[in-house]
């Protein structure tokens, strides 16, 4: 009798516990790569670096100023950002242009503000997408300066040859195309420096210059002008005008309706915010890819990929 009494109470703790096991949703919890959503569905990591429930956004700039710099100043807009599309939206700043045209590729990051050199090459590259592009002082355009030292003999781009020049990086409009293209006007190409070297701040072309270890260099206009009088003070001896402005550039595939709207929150945005990103930036504005096709049709000319 006892033998089947204790049958009897094994049989019941094994009923228990799969009725128990059930109910609490008796499965493995996910492994790997995938992690629990807030209703307990599994939600894989996309290519934006979003995990779990709260979906991350991520943007880059091409590398103007230092990299701190850059997480302080874009700061302001991923909080703007992060309300208007409901998503966590995080900086990452780009070592080189390079690396913020391959990272939007590979969909390492989302949106990425690219100078007109690389946007081309992203659009042309892999369906990259501009959707606005940066307003400057109002306008759609910026500008390029050639420069030297201010107690330099240099007053031309035709005295350059046979000199040293700096160039910024070999991604960039500003300090490395427009500059190329001021001086093809005139005859000079590279093989008729002394030395042509490509450096990828445009910080430390300034630098290059004032040191004396270059004659002249080139970088965007707002740089100059923010660095001119350092040092013995510089001198502009050839400027390149009507640059089409920095395009905010998408990854493809993203999704329509966020595309929609980030474009929407980007066009919204107020001339305080646009500042805090850059001191001349006044906004955004709409954005065609014909406005970029001289810069194509400029780097196919001087052989720049």
């Not at 991350?56 to 309300?83: H, Q, R």
């Not at 160039?167 to 030395?195: H, M, Q, R, T």
């Amino acid at each position: 009798m006892s033998k089947l009494l204790k049958l009897v109470s094994l049989m019941l703790v094994v009923v228990l516990a799969v009725f128990v096991f059930t109910a609490c949703g008796g499965k493995a919890p996910a492994t790997g790569p995938e992690e629990q959503s807030g209703d307990g569905q599994a939600q894989s990591s996309d290519q934006s670096g979003q995990t779990g429930s709260k979906e991350t956004f991520t943007i880059s700039a091409i590398g103007l100023e230092d990299p701190e710099i850059m997480v302080k100043n874009f700061k302001p807009l991923c909080d703007y950002l992060s309300e208007k599309i409901d998503m966590e939206v995080r900086f990452k700043p780009a070592p080189t242009y390079e690396n913020a045209v391959q990272w939007l590729k590979d969909g390492t990051i989302d949106m990425a503000s690219l100078g007109p050199v690389t946007y081309v090459q992203a659009h042309d590259g892999f369906g990259g997408e501009a959707i606005v592009k940066a307003l400057e002082g109002g306008e759609a355009f910026y500008e390029s300066v050639i420069f030297v030292r201010k107690d330099s003999p240099i007053n031309k781009l035709q005295d350059m040859k046979g000199k040293k020049m700096a160039f910024g990086d070999k991604d960039s409009c500003s300090s490395n195309l427009s500059p190329k293209y001021l001086y093809s006007k005139v005859g000079i190409f590279e093989k008729d420096f002394a030395e042509a070297k490509n450096i990828t701040s445009q910080n430390d072309v300034i630098q290059a210059v004032i040191s004396g270890e270059f004659h002249a260099g080139a970088v965007k206009a707002h740089v100059f002008d923010k660095h001119k009088n350092e040092g013995v003070g510089l001198k502009e001896i050839a400027r390149k005008t009507e640059i089409p402005t920095f395009p905010y550039t998408i990854r493809p595939g993203m999704d329509s309706q966020l595309k929609e709207n980030l474009k929407k929150a980007l066009l919204e945005v107020d001339e305080e915010l646009a500042k805090t990103i850059e001191p001349k930036y006044t906004g955004f504005t709409d954005v065609s890819d014909e406005d970029y096709q001289w810069i194509r049709e400029a780097m196919e000319m001087l052989g720049i990929e």
